[in-house]
């Protein structure tokens, strides 16, 4: 008998409350204006100081309910049914940071059609994240494996447009630093994950990811680069962490895989410099 892919799918209701949550949540992005806040903290004897424009603050407030709907539907799976025990907050890592994503780009979007057909493909687009993230959840679905390479290089490129996003906005070092790691360390997070590796685990990884990135991340912000070139400068340190990190937790990193990743690590930091200084 074959497999009924139906089993193995959201609920269209669920689906459908979703639709109108992200319609909402993207409408009241544009249309509510919240006043800025400001945040205050001293590192190392220096103060610091990050504001958050009401656009930016609603962007915010979009990707945690858009995350929070991620956990509910995530639940709603028999996988999890079956062992409440089991965690989802792995699951809100790509659909949150796919709605801050997309969030940024309406944002950009002029008045009228183009912005209302922005909404559009966003609230398609997402509702195929949470759809592929639904379909990663049991091992035994069929479809399992594609939906898993689909969300590892989705991650990839959310990470790079963060990257890029990070550096536009012009943070101090110490703002960016931190940003960068925590979108480095919540990625490689669920990259890991991705691969079968326990949460706890891929966790302490991706902590090791994070730690590194905001250091490199830190080290270029003084850098004045295009946000582009940024993105491609982190790119590849994240690239060969985040395989290299993950072929140890496999137990499969051997010398030869050193190599390839070094290798490709080496080739496209050279023509991320060689970008940066003909775009500088």
């Known amino acids: 008998m074959g497999v009924n892919s139906a089993q ?16 909402l949540a993207y409408a009241l992005a544009r249309f509510l ?11 190392l004897g220096s103060p610091l100081r990050l504001e958050l424009s009401g656009p930016g603050l609603m962007l915010l407030l979009v990707a ?3 995350s929070t709907g991620s956990d509910t539907l995530m639940r709603s799976h028999p996988y999890y049914a079956n ?23 309406l944002n950009q979007a002029a008045s009228g059609a183009a912005w209302w057909t922005g909404l ?15 379909r990663v959840v049991d091992p035994a679905d069929p479809a399992r494996d594609a939906a898993a390479v689909a969300l590892g290089a989705l991650s990839y490129a959310l990470a790079a447009v963060l990257f890029g996003l990070l550096r536009s906005v012009s ?41 590194i990135m905001a250091q490199v991340t830190w080290g270029l912000n003084y850098w ?18 985040v395989g290299v ?26 023509a991320a410099v060689v970008y940066a200084l003909g775009s500088g």
């Open 245 to 270: 990190l993950r072929e140890h937790l496999a137990g499969s990193l051997t010398r030869r895989g050193w190599l390839e990743y070094g290798v490709v690590a080496a080739l496209g930091l050279a």
């Open 83 to 105: 062992a409440s025990s089991r965690r989802t907050i792995i699951h809100w890592v790509v659909p949150g940071a796919t709605a801050l994503v997309l969030g940024a780009a």
């Open 224 to 241: 004045r680069v295009t946000p582009l070139a940024f993105a491609l400068l982190t790119m590849v340190p994240f690239y060969f962490c």
């Open 33 to 43: 204006d919240l006043p800025a806040r400001s945040l205050t903290a001293t590192l």
């Open 8 to 23: 193995y799918l959201p609920s269209r209701d669920r689906l459908s409350v979703l639709t109108a949550i992200i319609v």
């Open 171 to 211: 943070a101090r070092a110490a703002i960016a630093a931190t940003v960068g790691g925590v979108t480095a360390l919540a990625l490689a997070w669920r990259l890991f994950a991705l691969h079968g590796a326990p949460l706890r685990r891929a966790a302490v990884y991706a902590a090791l990811t994070g730690a």
């Open 120 to 134: 559009a493909v966003s609230a398609l687009a997402l509702l195929a994240v949470l759809v592929v993230e639904y």
């Open 64 to 66: 945690a309910l858009i």
